[in-house]
């Protein structure tokens, strides 16, 4: 007998899948995309929004702490940038993306 007439008889034994396969595919990859989304871009989206929210309430007198770890004192605020004061003669200018989290708000020192 030779390789193919031993193939042949195999390729021929397999049965067809089973009616329905096709929709059970379907509907996992549909609960994969919704628990992707629940449980990773949902929180995502919630945490920008925070932190946008975060840089439009920022004023000057605010202390912050950048994305590179330098902690300033908001000294102006631009459009598009904060002017940081970061020892008594040096400032720096940072875009507003770099500001990582408000360390104390101006009107907690007042207090």
Do not use: C, W
């Amino acid at each position: 007998m030779t390789s193919a007439n031993l193939i042949l008889p195999v390729f021929l034994a397999q049965s067809a899948p089973p009616a329905g396969g096709g929709m059970f595919q379907i509907l996992f990859l549909v609960f994969m995309f919704a628990a992707m989304y629940f449980l990773m871009i949902a929180p995502q989206r919630k945490k920008q929004k925070e932190h946008e929210k975060m840089l439009k309430a920022l004023v000057a007198g605010d202390e912050i702490v950048t994305a590179g770890g330098i902690y300033g004192t908001i000294t102006s605020v631009k459009e598009d940038r904060f002017i940081v004061r970061i020892a008594d003669s040096a400032k720096i200018e940072i875009g507003k993306g770099f500001v990582h989290a408000l360390v104390k708000k101006a009107s907690e020192d007042k207090s």
